[in-house]
Structures are given as C-alpha cells and as structure tokens.
C-alpha cells in the first residue's frame, strides 16, 4: 500500500461556490467527525476518473479539519489484467471469471490487507472492484465503519462476476452508487446514491483566458480558426473512439476543414489501454486533422483545460458510462456536450438544451452537424450547462454527501 501525497487545497477559496447553509452544516459535519480517522483506498493515484476526484476531494477534506488519507493499492500486471477483466464484466462484457482470476484477486487483495495491520482508522471508504476484497482478509474492529464506492456503470452487470464480488461487498456497512439504476435489487436492498464532482478550481476547471488555450492547442497542431472536435478519455473500447472517428468522416463531408482531437492519457491500471491506442491510430490511418494525443505528448491538466475551452463540441460517445467526469468538465466551460445516452450522462446532459443525448455513430454525427451549423445555438447552450454543474456537480457538494454519510454510520442514532 502506497500513501499517496496530494497538493494542499484551501477550502475557503471554494466559500464562493455554496451558500451559507450549506456552509454551516459542512462546519456541523466536521464538528462531529473531527476525532475520526478516515482511510480512502483506490486502485491507482493517477488516469481516469476516482483519481481525479480524489485528487481534489482529499486535500479539501483535510483543509476543513477532518483526518483524511488516501492509500493506494499495490498491484503488477497480472493483477491489473484482472481487475480491468472486472470492470468488463462488471459493465455488461458477458464470460466467467476463471479460478485463475479470482486466484489472482484474492492474492493481491491478501497481500495488500496484510499491509493494514494495526491501522488505525474508524472508517474505510473503499472505491471500486480492485481493493474490495480487502476487507475479507482483515480482521475487522468493533469500531470500524467500511463502505464500498462503486464508481461503475452497473446496470448491465455480468452476474457470474456480480456473485463472485458480492461475496466480498455485502461485508460492507454500507454501499455507494451513482445512480439509482446502478443499484441491483438482488444484491443490496439500500445504497447510498452520490454523484460525483469536478473541482472548479483545479487547474483542469478554473477559467482559462481564450487567447492563452488557443496558443496551447496550437502546441499539438491544432488550427485554432478551424472548427475542432474534441474527446477527452482513456483509450478504451467503452468510450468508443473508433466510433468517434467515424463521426468525425461524416461531419467531414459538410465541413471539411472540421479537425479532431482524441486527448487520452494512458492509467496505470489499464493494460488494455495501449491496444485500443493502436487500434484508434490504424482508424485514423493518415488524415492528418485527427490529432491522437496522450500524456506521452505532454498532455496534462492545463492542456486538457485548453482543449475543453476551445473546443466548439465535446463529444463524450460512451456505450457504457459510470458518470464521466468529462462530461461535466466540458458544460462547466460552456461548451456543448453531445454524450452517449447511457448511464451517467443522463444525469448531466439535458437533451436539447446543454447538448444532446445520441445513441449512434449516425445521431452523433447529425447533432454535430447541427451545432457546427447553428454557432447561436452552441452559444445559448452554454449558460444552461455551467448552471447545471454548479448546482448538482461541484466538488463541494460531493463532501456534504460524504460527510452526511459518515456522521449516519458512525452515530446511527442521528
Ligand atoms: N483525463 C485527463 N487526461 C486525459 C484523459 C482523461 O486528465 O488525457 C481525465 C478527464 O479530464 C477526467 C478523467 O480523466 O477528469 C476521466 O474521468 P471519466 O469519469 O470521464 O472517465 P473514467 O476514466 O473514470 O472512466
């Protein structure tokens, strides 16, 4: 297990996004729970989503006073090739696990929890299918609080892979998802619903000067005169990038100086990532105005931020979606989002008026087109999806839900 060390965040340059009640209960909250030591564990400190979040939600829980550390698992390859199988299954992708696999998990899981004894913390918050099995293989207290964060779109789960980690996951006092739909009746009576959050002060939200994200994207070969579209996300068949591509052929007939950039860095937990990379680049073949641009680019939170603003449509084209942060991180800079109409874009994008909700290659390209065509309706799409994000999707709302969550477990008399 590895400590991760985040940057400090100040919560009161965040006072300006919540009002006074809410800022008055997150005071109660923290009141209550001050004396309590709270252990957050993932699968990996950097790519994709829970990293992100994390990334922000940790140091701004330590600012407000509350014992918050973030410990991530140690895995290798076959470990990760597991667990990535997991996320697979646990998104539709129909097979058995075999008794290799669960060989596999079960040892990682053993050897990690082995590294947790004589921790002292009163609640755990364990996020996702990697590290679930930790809390089989340790020996929980009396005084202990766990609960399992699944990130996950679930509601097409593989059951063969439902049963074996459910096993593991009905230990927990408490489940969390981000959806009603994601909750599987058989399974958990109760979960917790949270959605998750962008930090609109990370350096991947706070606003950026137009002049000053052009000049970055220029650095990647992006003509920022031309019409550009843009996906942010890890190379994975689930976010359908060659489908992505295939928009971009449509739309290219009508506007042919239309460009394309697939910005996707590589996790270190996904070892898929890298052949859907190669699949991605042979369907862009040699058109040179589909850019494929990953963290070996120099591509980080100041470029991702760049290319959000300046981008004239975010498509987020998922077949399978736990929430997809990009998704809100594209509204929150005012640029329309045209998303795939599953799981967790349904709660950001409302059809018609912060973008469009598709469900093919075909439909996408046609919204696409239709926002290409019509700038003044890409424009009054714009106030309607950072209203959105600021009322549901702010990182500071997210710790209220927390918060309201551990105080329930740790005084259920309240
Ligand atoms: N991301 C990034 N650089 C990239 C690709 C993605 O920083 O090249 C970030 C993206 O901005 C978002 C997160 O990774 O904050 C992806 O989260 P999301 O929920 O969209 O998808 P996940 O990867 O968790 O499935």
Redesign the pocket.
């Known amino acids: 297990m590895q400590l991760v060390e985040v940057k400090k965040k100040n919560f009161s340059d965040y006072l300006q996004f919540i009002d006074t009640e809410t800022m008055d209960e997150l005071a109660f909250l923290v009141q209550k729970l001050k004396n309590k030591k709270i252990a957050m564990i993932s699968a990996t400190a950097y ?7 994390m990334h922000s939600l940790v140091p701004l829980m330590q600012d407000l006073g509350l014992q918050v550390d973030w410990w991530v698992i140690l895995g290798h390859d076959e470990f990760y090739g597991v667990t990535k199988t997991f996320h697979n299954r646990m998104q539709g992708q129909e097979g058995k696990l075999t008794p290799e696999q669960k060989e596999i998990y079960r040892r990682y899981n053993q050897t990690n929890a082995a590294h947790m004894q004589g921790w002292p913390y009163d609640i755990f918050v364990i996020h996702d299918p990697q590290p679930a099995a930790l809390i089989a293989y340790r020996e929980k207290r009396e005084h202990e609080n766990w609960l399992w964060r699944c ?2 779109d679930t509601s097409t789960a593989n059951k063969d892979c439902w049963d074996f980690l459910y096993q593991y996951t009905k230990l927990y006092n408490a489940v969390i998802f981000t959806m009603k739909d994601y909750i599987l009746g058989d399974y958990f009576e109760k979960a917790d619903i949270i959605t ?1 959050s ?1 930090d609109p002060l990370s350096l ?1 939200n706070i606003a950026l000067d137009k002049e000053k994200a052009e000049a970055i994207i220029s650095r990647f070969g992006i003509d920022p005169l031309r019409p550009l579209i843009c996906q ?3 190379f ?1 068949p ?2 359908d990038p060659l489908g992505v591509i295939d928009v971009y052929k449509i739309v290219k007939k009508e506007f042919p100086s239309v460009q394309l950039a697939l ?5 270190t937990d ?1 070892p898929e990532g890298w052949d859907y990379l190669y699949n991605t680049l042979r369907r862009a073949g040699e058109d040179y105005d589909i850019k494929v ?3 070996f680019n120099g ?3 100041l ?2 931020n760049a290319f ?1 603003t300046v981008s004239d449509i975010i498509l ?1 084209k ?1 077949l399978r ?7 809100a ?1 594209g509204l929150w800079k005012g640029t329309p989002v045209i998303g795939g109409n599953v799981g ?1 874009i349904k709660l950001q994008i409302e059809d018609g008026v912060t973008g469009y909700l598709v469900e093919t290659v075909e439909e996408c390209a046609e919204k696409t087109l239709t926002l290409l065509r019509n700038p003044l309706l890409a424009a009054e799409m714009k106030d309607a999806g950072r209203e959105k994000v600021k009322k549901e999707f702010l990182v500071t709302g997210n710790i209220l839900h927390y918060l309201r969550l551990f105080r329930r477990l740790v005084q259920p008399a309240f």
């Open positions: 790519g994709g989503g829970v990293a992100e979040k990130h996950i998750p962008i991947k942010v996300s890890r994975d689930w976010k910005v996707g860095s590589m996790a996904d641009i990953t963290n591509i980080s939170d470029e991702v959000q987020q998922s979606e736990g929430f997809g942060l990009t998704v991180e967790g």
